[in-house]
């Protein structure tokens, strides 16, 4: 078990790397608004909607839990992946999103260069020791013109970039507590993933990993 509190966190904050023309990965920049976020999370989202593990189509259950806020939200279902206005558990709309949440990913992406960036979906995945989220396109959105935002919190991950294909060679970069990825244009629709997260303790959010996925759906 590492304790990445100590060795992590904000190293190089501040710092902008970009992997593709279209994907940057901007180091720490979520750090300001950790504890907003968590506030968030904890009081506002999960208390009206709660985390769950939603099953595949083809039947898997998920290794990450998952809820949304906005106003829209990521599900599952029999026929496929696509986003409901309402929540399936509650059968109420999704919790609003936290004033903290949007400027965060408007900022993040404005000094990624992406202006106007409005999402109405905010996917919250919670990892634990053993959980991944295997390659996939994010193309459940109704246009690819708006990025994607991705803010990570807690323990490390490594974060799989790949290509356009499936099977194409993927980069791994890793991510930790407070660093906001953001890609879009011409790689928006690259194939990405988390590889199994090791075990871990971070001091905000014990043994698990979060992270927060901004999205204009529609
Ligand atoms: C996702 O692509 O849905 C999640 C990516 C991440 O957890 O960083
Ligand atoms: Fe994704």
Redesign the pocket.
């Known amino acids: 078990m590492t304790f990445d509190m100590f060795e992590q966190d904000g190293v190089n904050a501040g710092q902008a790397e970009c992997y593709e023309q279209d994907v940057h990965v901007l180091r720490g920049f979520a750090l300001p608004y950790v504890q907003d976020l968590m506030q968030g999370i904890n009081k506002q989202v999960k208390t009206t909607s709660p985390l769950r593990k939603m099953t595949t189509p083809g039947g898997y259950s998920m290794s990450v839990a998952t809820t949304s806020c906005g106003q829209r939200g990521w599900i599952t279902s029999d026929t496929g992946y696509q986003y409901a206005d309402r929540d399936p558990i509650t059968n109420l709309p999704w919790p609003e999103m936290p004033k903290a949440f949007m400027s965060l990913a408007q900022s993040a992406a404005n000094k990624a260069g992406f202006l106007n960036f409005v999402p109405d979906s905010c996917?919250i995945?919670v990892y634990q020791a053993g959980s991944k989220?295997s390659l996939h396109q994010?193309k459940d959105e109704a246009d690819f013109s708006a990025p994607i935002v991705?803010v990570?919190l807690g323990i490390s991950a490594t974060?799989l970039l790949g290509g356009f294909e499936r099977q194409d060679k993927s980069s791994h970069i890793a991510?930790h507590h407070g660093d906001v990825m953001v890609w879009g244009r011409a790689d928006r629709l690259r194939f990405?993933g988390?590889l199994p997260v090791k075990a871990a303790l971070h001091s905000i959010t014990q043994d698990c990993r979060i992270?927060l996925?901004f999205r204009k759906t529609q």
């Open positions: 996917l995945n989220m994010d991705s990570s974060f991510l990405h988390i992270n996925t």
